[in-house]
């Protein structure tokens, strides 16, 4: 059972380096390379359900080459699979599936290149997730990494695609040295890279100051690729260039991998050896909220369909990052949740888009006004996947909103559910904005922003002119994400279910026991206690009151003009363009700068925090 | 071990990060990221250095010969090749924002703002 771990990362590999070794002969035949793609990701989706539901009852561990650990000290590289990171590598296979469906048709021509990165991006992701060794995580961090700059410069001969793509990879790869420099100073104190070991090895110390400076440097990394405030920048510009069929796979899962590593890296390395001060959640719940609330403005005021959603994904990210940062099983629950709704959610929103792209040909929410009407399909699913990303229930969403706001509540922080309603208000009422102006034609036409205009009017070689009809291949993938979203969400016993996950996941002593020395641990215990997970009429209240209040802010961006208090003529927010975009400059050099600050702060608090 | 080592990484990992942040032009920038990842290089193999000790082949030497720690050179190695991997990609963005373009600057490379 166990040696099944390595096929999830071995098979897309093969299968991507035979695409590539026989591309003269099937170079094209473009249907060939198709299936084989779509059948590999659906193969590695299936094992990866059978390995998620053998972990029920307990971690698994897989030693490569046989090197298990001797005397209760590493030698080899293993995957160490337990119920959450296995469920998270069964929502990427499962996005990578209904992304390469969606191409089937979505592309004129496509290169071979094309399906072989899409699998080698898998690979990284799945071996990500599954990874026990800290310098195994950095290799599958560059893996995934390259595939992803390659795939957003899918269209070199464009100016925002190389652009997108430079900026993408020069930020992601200074926080990964970062995160690298962390895992030596980390190796040099402990002469471990068994996440395991390391773990034991600075567990029971005083934390010194070698040990939170090399935490914060392999946090460097991982919040870069997480998208958070101030490492965000780089998500925006990728997400607006990539292949759409791509952008469903940054934002459902590469972004929140990087969450998922912040949380890995915490609870198997450094919780217990830092003690688990509150100063931790304090530094992590800023920055949580700071990038909800960043992600949620500039959501709220972009015209570019895929760069609103690509803010909509910052946004999110930061409420994760909240979940994550109470430290509390329930938090964690929360979290994990959210990320499922939200993965399925955004990559049918990003695919609703690329039928828009494919059928209008073109993403410029002013030029689309009243445009979709032709589409009504896709004008149902996408307004379904909007009203689920403003927390309807029963999507899955509100479950995940509900527990961390709970869990808040729990620990006497009791804004966190102000924080979440607010933030998702504001993304479910831009979202529902475009529903409602794109394929009903409700409101009047937005006035044009001439930068805007120009940025989404180069969006169209992607496919090569409108098309007449919506291929099937392309409407069913959207369609069937949402109704998953839909059936997680009335899932019974989902809360108990990934709260066992949560607390495993919480439970160092027991991870290390069962990586170092083999020990089966049937009952987990987690620092702060599991919580109770059933659903609340107070959760229910609060996602049906976030969902109403985003839809009526979306009448009102869409008929501002016609409400008596304000006058015609008047740009709200018109003030705030230039600052906006001096923020959010588009440059790389500013972001590194960011970076660097971002750097300074968190290892100023930190350092004095925990000193 | 002396701290020396760790000064020197500290020093190319700012003087790197300073050049990405002010350079106008994107071989130069992409040079800048060679220079940050350079550090992790004298990180690595500076933690597993030994005063002293010899290279870590055992093949004529008694087995209790100190010897510097192959790990980390191991670990240097595969960063190479990351590095490689990386260096290669961006350096075709350049090249094709050059022959399309005509400018190495990011600022004009410029699509997106705000």
Sequence with gaps: MDSLLPLA????????????????????????????????????????????????????????????????????????????????????????????????????????????????????????????????????????????????????????????????????????????????????????????????????????????????????????????????????????????????????????????????????????????????????????????????????????????????????????????????????????????????????????????????????????????????????????????????????????AGWIGQSGDARELHWITAVIMTTSVLVGAAVLRVAGGVFYGLGDPPSEDPQMAEEASEETSETDEAKSRTPLSMIVPPAVLVAAALAVGLLPQLGDLVQDGAVRFQDQAAYNATVLVGAHIAHPTALLGPEDTSVTTTDVVTGVGTAVASLVLALMALYWRRLPVLRRGFEPGAGLVRPIRRFQSGVVNDYVTWMVVGLACIGGALAFAIR | MSIFPFVVVAWVCAVGLYGIITSRHLVHQIVCLIVVQSSTYILLLGVGYKTGAVAPYFYDIPLNTPAVDPVVQALALTDVVVEAAVTALLLAFAVQAHKRFGTLDPEELRQFQG
């Design chain 1, 9 to 400: 990362v071995a098979v897309p590999l093969v299968a991507a380096a035979g695409i590539s070794a026989l591309n003269p002969l099937f170079g094209h035949r473009r249907r060939v390379l198709d299936a084989v793609a779509i059948l590999t990701a659906a193969a590695v989706t299936g094992l990866l359900v059978v390995i998620m539901l053998s972990t029920a009852d307990g971690q698994r561990v897989y030693w490569f080459a046989g090197f298990t650990p001797s005397h209760g000290v590493a030698l080899g590289i293993d995957f160490a699979v337990d119920q959450l990171n296995s469920g998270l590598a069964t929502l990427t296979a499962t996005l990578v599936t209904a992304a390469l469906v969606f191409s089937w048709r979505y592309f004129e021509r496509v290169s071979t290149y094309y399906h072989a990165l899409m699998l080698v991006f898998l690979a990284g992701m799945v071996g990500f997730c599954l990874t026990g060794d800290i310098f195994n995580l950095f290799v599958f961090f560059e893996l995934m990494g390259v595939a992803a700059y390659a795939l957003t410069a899918y269209r070199p001969e464009e100016r925002g695609p190389l652009q997108g793509a430079l900026n993408f990879a020069i930020t992601n790869s200074v926080g990964a040295y970062l995160s690298l420099s962390g895992i030596g100073l980390i190796y040099g104190r402990t002469g471990a890279l068994n996440m395991a070991q390391i773990g034991q090895a600075i567990t029971g110390h005083r934390p010194d100051g070698l040990v939170v400076v090399a935490f914060v440097l392999i946090l460097m990394g991982l919040l870069t690729k997480a998208s958070i405030v101030p490492f965000h920048f780089w998500l925006a510009d990728a997400h607006a260039v990539a292949p759409t069929p791509v952008c469903v796979l940054f934002s459902g899962v590469m972004v929140e991998l990087g969450l998922y590593g912040i949380a890995r890296v915490y609870w198997s390395m450094f919780g217990a050896g830092l003690g688990h001060r509150d100063a931790i959640t304090a530094v992590l719940l800023a920055l949580g909220i700071a990038t909800a609330v960043v992600g949620a403005l500039f959501c709220f005021r972009q015209r570019h369909l895929k760069r609103l959603l690509a803010f909509s994904t910052i946004n999110h990210a930061g409420l994760f990052l909240i979940g994550i940062a109470l430290l509390t099983p329930l938090g964690l629950t929360g979290a994990a949740v959210y990320v499922i709704g939200h993965g399925l959610i955004k990559a049918a929103l990003f695919l609703s888009v690329g039928i828009v792209l494919h059928r209008l040909g073109s993403v410029n929410e002013t030029f689309l006004h009243g445009r979709g009407r032709g589409l009504p399909v896709t004008g149902v699913v996408f307004v379904l996947a909007a009203l689920a990303l403003a927390d309807l229930p029963p999507f899955a969403l509100y479950l995940g």
